[in-house]
C-alpha cells in the first residue's frame, strides 16, 4: 500500500501529540527541580530500527532528534512486552546518552503481537554520584571520576522490577528516594506513550501505522533537502573557540567546513579541530551526532515550521569527526560539560549559514548554559543535599527581523528558568537579584539579547557551588554584519559587601555561611550598524533600563539629556562616528576571508588570540598533534602552547618552520618515540 498524504498529515500530527502527551506526564510526575521546573529532559518515538519517527515541539529539550538508537536496541534483545530498557553511558551507548547525569529509558511498544516502535525518554539527574555533588565538574580528567555508568540493561522485565539493577543504581547516588522517583515518572510517560501509538493501530490499522513511521522520515527528510539545495556548491569555513579548558589558559578550537553534496547534501567535516581535552568538554559523538548540527535543524525548521521533527532531518548530512578529537572522544575522556561544545557547534554552523545565505541568521547568541548546582550538608547525619539552581542562559543575538531577546538563547528555548519560590522552597537560600544587565547586549541596528544576572545567598557552612557551561568570559559572542560582539559573562563574591571580590569563571567554590555569590551570562551579539538603530529605540532601551546613557552615546551616538534625544547633538556625533568606524559588508566570501572581509565582530579577546593562532597556523599545530595516538594529543598541545607562547613573546611572531622545530625540540623533551611529520603542510 502506498499511503496518502492527508493520512500521512494526520499520523504526523498524532504520533507527535503522543511525544508531547509524554513529555507532559513526565513534567507533571517528576521529583527534581531540574525536570519538573526548567524542563530538562525530553520524550520521543522511536522505529524499531532505532530512528526517530516523531518528537515533541511544544515541550522538552530540542537538541536530541536524530540520535541512532540502535546500538543500544540490539544490545537488549529480545525485548518483550513492558520490559523498558536503561543505560546512560555515551561510549557503551554509542553516542545514545552524551554525558553520565542523562538517564534515557526505552520501552518497546508492541501491538498484535509484533514490535513496532519504542517509546524513548531521557532525563537530567540531579546527581550520578562521581567526585562532587551533581557529578559534574568541568576539571575532572577521565569519566571514572563523572558518576555511575550504566550499559545498556534491563530495568523492567515484563513489567516488574529488577530489584538487583535498581539496588545498584540508587546505591552510587546522592539523592536515590529522588532519582528513583525521577525513574518512576520516566516510566509513567512511556507508559503514556505506548498506549497512543497501539490506540492508532486500532484506529487505522497496523500496516498503515507501520508505514506512516517511514514514510514521515523519508517525508522530512525530502523537505529538508529542498531547502538545502538552496546552499551555494562552494565550501565554506568557520572555527570558534572554548576559551579554556578550566585545566589550563588554553583555547579549545572548533573548526568546521561545509561543503555541498550533490544537489541537496552537506558534508560537516570537523578536521582541524582539536583533540580531546583532560577536562569535562568533549563529546563521544561516535562520529555522527545531532549536537554536531543542531543549528542547521534550528534554520530548517525556521524556514519551513511544519515540517515534520524527526530523524529525517538527520539524512542529508555526512559527518566528519576525526576520533579522539574533542568532538569525537574516545574513552575514558570525560563528557559531563559536553553541552559547552554543543553550544560552541551551534554558533559555527549558524557562522556557516551566515557567509552561504546572507541575512538568514541571527548573530550569535550568549552560546552557554551556565548549570549552577548547589550542594548544602545535612549537619544532623553529614548528607548533602544536591539541586541545581538556575540554568543561566544568556541573550540571543540580534537579527535581520528585530533585536535579540532577552536571557534567553535560540539554541536553548526550550530550557526554561526556574521559579524563585521554587528555589528557595527547594534548598535554603535567598535569591537577592534576578535581573537583565545593563548593556551587554550587543550593540546594533537590532541590539543583541541582554544578559541575566543571579545572585544568591546561602547561610549553611562549607557550602559547595559548582558550574558547568561557562564559557564566553572572554571570548565574546560575535556580532553581524556591522553589530558588535555582546558582553563576556563573569562572576562576584560578596558584590557590593567590603568582603567584594571578583572570581572570573568558577570549577568549585567553597561559600561560607552570609556569602553572596553572583553569576552574569554573556549577552547577544548584535545585528547591523549601531548607527543605524533608530535614535528613539535607544531612547526606549534607556528608559526601560536595559541600555545606559553612557553607552547610547558611545554605542549608538545618540544623546539623550533630560529624558530625550538632543537631535542635533544626535546627528553631529552620528556624522563623526560614521566617518571614524569602517564600513561592513553584508556579502561573505569562503573560510578565513570572510571574517578578514568585517562581517564577524569576534571581540578583541579573539583577535589577540589569533592574531598568533592563525587558522593556517591552527591547521599546522593540529595536523602535527594528530600524528600522536590519541592519549598524548592532550599533553603535547599543552606543551606546545607554552612553547608557541613563550618564543612568541620574545621574537614576536612563530611560522611554520619555527613550529616544527619546537615540535621537534618537545618530542625529545617528553621522551616520545613515535615519529614526526618531516614537514608541516
Given at each position: 500500500?502506498?499511503?496518502?498524504?492527508?493520512?500521512?498529515?494526520?499520523?504526523?500530527?498524532?504520533?507527535?501529540?503522543?511525544?508531547?502527551?509524554?513529555?507532559?506526564?513526565?513534567?507533571?510526575?517528576?521529583?527534581?527541580?531540574?525536570?519538573?521546573?526548567?524542563?530538562?529532559?525530553?520524550?520521543?518515538?522511536?522505529?524499531?530500527?532505532?530512528?526517530h519517527?516523531?518528537?515533541?515541539?511544544?515541550?522538552g529539550?530540542?537538541?536530541?532528534?536524530?540520535?541512532?538508537?540502535?546500538?543500544?536496541?540490539?544490545?537488549?534483545?529480545p525485548?518483550?512486552?513492558?520490559?523498558i530498557?536503561?543505560?546512560?553511558?555515551?561510549?557503551?551507548?554509542?553516542?545514545?546518552?552524551?554525558?553520565?547525569?542523562?538517564?534515557?529509558?526505552?520501552?518497546?511498544?508492541?501491538?498484535?503481537?509484533?514490535?513496532?516502535?519504542?517509546?524513548?525518554?531521557?532525563?537530567?539527574?540531579?546527581?550520578?554520584?562521581?567526585?562532587?555533588?551533581?557529578?559534574?565538574?568541568?576539571?575532572t580528567?577521565?569519566?571514572?571520576?563523572?558518576?555511575?555508568?550504566?550499559?545498556?540493561?534491563?530495568?523492567?522485565?515484563?513489567?516488574?522490577?529488577?530489584?538487583?539493577?535498581?539496588?545498584?543504581?540508587?546505591?552510587?547516588?546522592?539523592?536515590?528516594?529522588?532519582?528513583?522517583?525521577?525513574?518512576?515518572?520516566?516510566?509513567?510517560?512511556?507508559?503514556?506513550?505506548?498506549?497512543?501509538?497501539?490506540?492508532?493501530?486500532?484506529?487505522?490499522?497496523?500496516?498503515?501505522?507501520?508505514?506512516?513511521?517511514?514514510?514521515?522520515?523519508?517525508?522530512?527528510?525530502?523537505?529538508?533537502?529542498?531547502?538545502?539545495?538552496?546552499?551555494?556548491?562552494?565550501e565554506?569555513?568557520f572555527?570558534?573557540?572554548?576559551?579554556?579548558?578550566?585545566?589550563?589558559?588554553?583555547?579549545?578550537?572548533?573548526?568546521?567546513?561545509?561543503?555541498k553534496?550533490?544537489?541537496?547534501?552537506?558534508?560537516?567535516?570537523?578536521?582541524?579541530?582539536?583533540p580531546?581535552?583532560?577536562?569535562?568538554?568533549?563529546?563521544?559523538?561516535?562520529?555522527?551526532?545531532?549536537?554536531?548540527?543542531?543549528?542547521?535543524?534550528?534554520?530548517?525548521?525556521?524556514?519551513?515550521?511544519?515540517?515534520?521533527?524527526?530523524?529525517?532531518?538527520?539524512?542529508?548530512?555526512?559527518?566528519?569527526?576525526?576520533?579522539?578529537?574533542?568532538?569525537?572522544?574516545?574513552?575514558?575522556?570525560?563528557?559531563?560539560?559536553?553541552?559547552?561544545?554543543?553550544?560552541?557547534?551551534?554558533?559555527?554552523?549558524?557562522?556557516?549559514?551566515?557567509?552561504?545565505?546572507?541575512?538568514?541568521?541571527?548573530?550569535?547568541?550568549?552560546?552557554?548554559?551556565?548549570?549552577?548546582?548547589?550542594?548544602?550538608?545535612?549537619?544532623?547525619?553529614?548528607?548533602?543535599?544536591?539541586?541545581?539552581?538556575?540554568?543561566?542562559?544568556?541573550?540571543?543575538?540580534?537579527?535581520?527581523?528585530g533585536?535579540?531577546?532577552?536571557?534567553?538563547?535560540?539554541?536553548l528555548?526550550?530550557?526554561?528558568?526556574?521559579?524563585?519560590?521554587?528555589?528557595?522552597?527547594?534548598?535554603?537560600?535567598?535569591?537577592?537579584?534576578?535581573?537583565?544587565?545593563?548593556?551587554?547586549?550587543?550593540?546594533?541596528?537590532?541590539?543583541?539579547?541582554?544578559?541575566?544576572?543571579?545572585?544568591?545567598?546561602?547561610?549553611?557552612?562549607?557550602?559547595?557551588?559548582?558550574?558547568?557551561?561557562?564559557?564566553?568570559?572572554?571570548?565574546?559572542?560575535?556580532?553581524?554584519?556591522?553589530?558588535?560582539?555582546?558582553?563576556?559573562?563573569?562572576c562576584?563574591?560578596?558584590?557590593?559587601d567590603?568582603?567584594?571580590?571578583?572570581?572570573?569563571?568558577?570549577?568549585?567554590?567553597?561559600?561560607?555561611?552570609?556569602?553572596?555569590?553572583?553569576?552574569?551570562?554573556?549577552?547577544?551579539?548584535?545585528?547591523?550598524?549601531?548607527?543605524?538603530?533608530?535614535?528613539?529605540?535607544?531612547?526606549?532601551?534607556?528608559?526601560?533600563?536595559?541600555?545606559?546613557?553612557?553607552?547610547?552615546e558611545?554605542?549608538?551616538?545618540?544623546?539623550?539629556?533630560?529624558?530625550?534625544?538632543?537631535?542635533?547633538?544626535?546627528?553631529?556625533?552620528?556624522?563623526?562616528?560614521?566617518?571614524?568606524?569602517?564600513p561592513?559588508?553584508?556579502?561573505?566570501?569562503?573560510g578565513?576571508?570572510?571574517?578578514?572581509a568585517?562581517?564577524?565582530?569576534?571581540?578583541?579577546?579573539?583577535?589577540?588570540?589569533?592574531?598568533?593562532?592563525?587558522?593556517?597556523?591552527?591547521?599546522?599545530?593540529?595536523?602535527?598533534?594528530?600524528?600522536?595516538?590519541?592519549?598524548?594529543?592532550?599533553?603535547?598541545?599543552?606543551?606546545?602552547?607554552?612553547?608557541?607562547?613563550?618564543?612568541?613573546?620574545?621574537?614576536?611572531?612563530?611560522?611554520?618552520?619555527?613550529?616544527?622545530?619546537?615540535?621537534?625540540?618537545?618530542?625529545?623533551?617528553?621522551?616520545?618515540?613515535?615519529?614526526?611529520?618531516?614537514?608541516?603542510?
Amino acid at each position: 500500500m502506498s499511503i496518502d498524504g492527508v493520512t500521512l498529515g494526520i499520523l504526523s500530527h498524532y504520533f507527535r501529540a503522543a511525544a508531547e502527551a509524554a513529555g507532559y506526564t513526565l513534567e507533571r510526575t517528576a521529583y527534581t527541580t531540574f525536570i519538573k521546573e526548567s524542563n530538562d529532559f525530553t520524550t520521543g518515538l522511536v522505529t524499531p530500527r532505532g530512528e526517530h519517527f516523531a518528537y515533541p515541539a511544544a515541550i522538552g529539550a530540542q537538541s536530541y532528534v536524530g540520535i541512532d538508537f540502535s546500538p543500544a536496541i540490539k544490545s537488549l534483545e529480545p525485548w518483550e512486552e513492558d520490559d523498558i530498557g536503561v543505560a546512560n553511558c555515551p561510549y557503551l551507548t554509542k553516542g545514545m546518552s552524551t554525558h553520565l547525569p542523562d538517564y534515557h529509558l526505552m520501552k518497546p511498544v508492541f501491538a498484535e503481537g509484533k514490535l513496532i516502535a519504542f517509546a524513548w525518554a531521557f532525563i537530567h539527574s540531579s546527581d550520578m554520584g562521581g567526585i562532587v555533588a551533581g557529578s559534574i565538574l568541568p576539571s575532572t580528567y577521565e569519566m571514572f571520576q563523572e558518576g555511575l555508568r550504566i550499559p545498556p540493561k534491563k530495568l523492567f522485565r515484563k513489567g516488574r522490577v529488577q530489584e538487583d539493577v535498581k539496588d545498584f543504581l540508587l546505591a552510587n547516588v546522592r539523592i536515590p528516594e529522588k532519582n528513583w522517583g525521577d525513574l518512576n515518572a520516566v516510566a509513567a510517560a512511556l507508559g503514556t506513550a505506548e498506549r497512543r501509538i497501539q490506540e492508532a493501530v486500532r484506529k487505522w490499522g497496523l500496516d498503515t501505522v507501520e508505514e506512516g513511521m517511514e514514510a514521515l522520515i523519508d517525508y522530512a527528510e525530502a523537505r529538508a533537502r529542498s531547502i538545502i539545495s538552496r546552499f551555494p556548491g562552494r565550501e565554506f569555513v568557520f572555527q570558534d573557540y572554548l576559551e579554556d579548558d578550566v585545566v589550563s589558559d588554553m583555547p579549545v578550537r572548533v573548526k568546521l567546513r561545509v561543503t555541498k553534496e550533490g544537489e541537496d547534501g552537506l558534508h560537516f567535516d570537523f578536521t582541524g579541530t582539536d583533540p580531546q581535552v583532560g577536562a569535562a568538554f568533549n563529546i563521544a559523538s561516535a562520529g555522527r551526532h545531532p549536537f554536531l548540527c543542531g543549528a542547521l535543524f534550528g534554520y530548517l525548521r525556521s524556514i519551513d515550521p511544519t515540517i515534520p521533527v524527526n530523524a529525517g532531518l538527520m539524512r542529508p548530512v555526512r559527518i566528519t569527526a576525526p576520533e579522539g578529537s574533542v568532538v569525537n572522544s574516545v574513552f575514558p575522556a570525560p563528557v559531563g560539560v559536553r553541552y559547552a561544545v554543543t553550544q560552541l557547534n551551534y554558533g559555527i554552523v549558524q557562522g556557516i549559514i551566515a557567509q552561504a545565505l546572507p541575512k538568514t541568521v541571527p548573530a550569535a547568541g550568549a552560546g552557554q548554559a551556565t548549570i549552577l548546582a548547589i550542594s548544602l550538608m545535612e549537619p544532623e547525619s553529614g548528607k548533602r543535599h544536591i539541586t541545581v539552581v538556575q540554568p543561566m542562559i544568556g541573550g540571543s543575538g540580534g537579527r535581520d527581523c528585530g533585536d535579540g531577546i532577552d536571557g534567553c538563547d535560540f539554541s536553548l528555548g526550550s530550557l526554561a528558568n526556574t521559579p524563585i519560590e521554587s528555589i528557595e522552597n527547594e534548598v535554603p537560600i535567598v535569591i537577592r537579584e534576578y535581573s537583565v544587565v545593563p548593556d551587554s547586549g550587543g550593540p546594533g541596528e537590532h541590539r543583541g539579547g541582554m544578559a541575566l544576572r543571579l545572585d544568591f545567598q546561602v547561610f549553611h557552612p562549607d557550602t559547595i557551588v559548582t558550574a558547568r557551561g561557562m564559557e564566553r568570559f572572554k571570548f565574546q559572542p560575535w556580532g553581524l554584519y556591522g553589530g558588535r560582539a555582546g558582553a563576556a559573562g563573569d562572576c562576584w563574591l560578596n558584590p557590593g559587601d567590603p568582603r567584594e571580590k571578583h572570581l572570573g569563571k568558577i570549577n568549585l567554590l567553597r561559600l561560607e555561611a552570609g556569602d553572596t555569590f553572583s553569576v552574569r551570562s554573556p549577552g547577544g551579539g548584535g545585528y547591523g550598524n549601531p548607527l543605524d538603530r533608530p535614535p528613539e529605540s535607544v531612547l526606549e532601551d534607556v528608559r526601560d533600563e536595559v541600555v545606559t546613557v553612557r553607552a547610547a552615546e558611545r554605542e549608538y551616538g545618540v544623546v539623550i539629556a533630560d529624558d530625550s534625544i538632543d537631535q542635533g547633538a544626535t546627528e553631529k556625533l552620528r556624522r563623526r562616528l560614521r566617518n571614524e568606524r569602517k564600513p561592513v559588508s553584508n556579502q561573505a566570501s569562503v573560510g578565513d576571508s570572510a571574517i578578514a572581509a568585517g562581517i564577524f565582530d569576534r571581540g578583541a579577546a579573539r583577535n589577540a588570540h589569533e592574531s598568533l593562532f592563525t587558522m593556517e597556523f591552527s591547521d599546522a599545530l593540529a595536523a602535527l598533534l594528530y600524528s600522536l595516538p590519541p592519549g598524548i594529543r592532550y599533553y603535547a598541545k599543552q606543551k606546545m602552547y607554552a612553547r608557541v607562547r613563550e618564543t612568541a613573546r620574545s621574537t614576536g611572531q612563530v611560522n611554520a618552520e619555527v613550529l616544527q622545530k619546537l615540535w621537534n625540540e618537545e618530542l625529545s623533551s617528553m621522551g616520545l618515540k613515535f615519529p614526526a611529520p618531516s614537514s608541516v603542510e
